[in-house]
C-alpha cells in the first residue's frame, strides 16, 4: 500500500520580529501547507541586511512547542534554526510578511530577503513575502498568495541557487501575477536633517521620494500597475558581462609592473 507523503516542513522567518501580524499571518498561511516551525528575531531588524551577529551570544527563548525567538537577526535565526532548533531538513523556508514593499535596490537593505538568501545559501527552496501598502495592513489576500506559492515551490522545485522575492499590492483580490525582473529604486530626499533639544545637528535616514525605474518588465513596474511581483533572485552577484569586458580590456601586466615585481623573496625564504 502506497504511504500517504510526510507533510512539508517549513520554516518561517522574518525581520519585523516575532510579535508582528506579518509573521503570525505567514505562519498561519503555512500551517495549510505543512509543518511550521517559526525562528524569528525577538525585536524588529528591519533594514539590518544580512547581518550575522558574531561579537556576542545568542540567547533562544522557546515560546511554544513550534515556536523560538532569538535575541539577534534574521540570518542569525536561520544559521541557528537550521543548525540547531529543527529536528530535520525544512522542505521550504518563507520569510515575511514584510509590511511595506521590498523593490528595486532597497533588497540589498531587506532583513526579510536576506533571510531567504541565508536559507538559499543552505540548499533549502526560499521564498520573501512584502505586502506593499499603507497600515493598518490587510494580510489576508497576501495569506492566499502566499500559500498558492508555497505550494508551488514545493511541487515544481527552483532552479538552484534562486530564491523567490515576492511583492504584493495591498487589496481584496489579485490582479494578476507576473515574472520580474529587480528594477531600480533610488531616493531622493531620504536624509532628513533634524536637531536636538541642545540645538546639535543630527541626520535621519527614511523618508524621501522614490524615483521610479522605467523598465516595463521590473518588479517596481509590476507593483506600479496594481500586479503580484515574482522575481527570481540569485546569489551569484558577479556581473558575467562585466567579467567578460574586464578580462578582454585591462592590461593586468602593466598594472603588476606598476605595483612592483612580484615578491617571490618571502615565499623562498625558510
Ligand atoms: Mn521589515
Not at 78 to 106: E, F, H, T, W, Y
Not at 171 to 186: D, N, P, S
Amino acid at each position: 500500500m502506497p504511504t500517504s507523503p510526510a507533510l512539508p516542513l517549513i520554516m518561517v522567518t522574518n525581520d519585523d520580529g516575532i510579535d508582528s501580524p506579518g509573521i503570525l499571518a505567514l505562519r498561519d498561511a503555512m500551517t495549510a501547507v505543512g509543518r511550521t516551525i517559526v525562528v524569528a528575531p525577538e525585536r524588529d531588524n528591519s533594514a539590518v541586511s544580512h547581518a550575522l551577529t558574531m561579537s556576542r551570544p545568542l540567547r533562544i527563548r522557546r515560546r511554544n512547542q513550534d515556536t523560538y525567538t532569538l535575541d539577534g537577526t534574521p540570518t542569525d535565526c536561520v544559521v541557528i534554526g537550521l543548525g540547531k532548533l529543527l529536528d530535520a531538513r525544512p522542505d521550504l523556508l518563507v520569510s515575511g510578511i514584510n509590511p511595506g514593499p521590498n523593490l528595486g535596490d532597497d533588497i540589498s537593505y531587506s532583513g526579510t530577503v536576506s533571510a531567504a538568501i541565508e536559507g538559499t545559501m543552505y540548499g533549502i527552496p526560499s521564498v520573501a513575502f512584502s505586502l506593499v501598502g499603507e497600515p493598518p495592513y490587510d494580510y489576508a489576500l497576501a495569506m492566499r498568495i502566499a500559500i498558492t506559492l508555497a505550494e508551488t515551490v514545493l511541487a515544481d522545485p527552483l532552479p538552484d541557487n534562486t530564491l523567490l522575492n515576492i511583492n504584493i499590492p495591498a487589496g481584496k483580490a489579485c490582479a494578476g501575477m507576473v515574472i520580474t525582473r529587480q528594477g531600480r529604486r533610488l531616493w531622493e530626499n531620504s536624509i532628513q536633517e533634524t536637531f536636538d533639544p541642545w540645538g546639535r545637528r543630527h541626520y535621519w535616514i527614511g523618508g524621501g521620494t522614490p524615483l521610479r525605474d522605467h523598465g516595463e518588465d521590473t518588479d517596481v513596474a509590476a507593483i506600479h500597475k496594481g500586479l503580484v511581483s515574482i522575481t527570481p533572485i540569485h546569489l551569484d552577484l558577479t556581473n558575467h558581462s562585466g567579467l567578460h569586458l574586464l578580462r578582454g580590456t585591462w592590461d593586468l601586466d602593466r598594472m603588476q609592473d606598476k605595483v612592483g615585481p612580484a615578491n617571490r623573496g618571502h615565499r623562498d625564504n625558510t
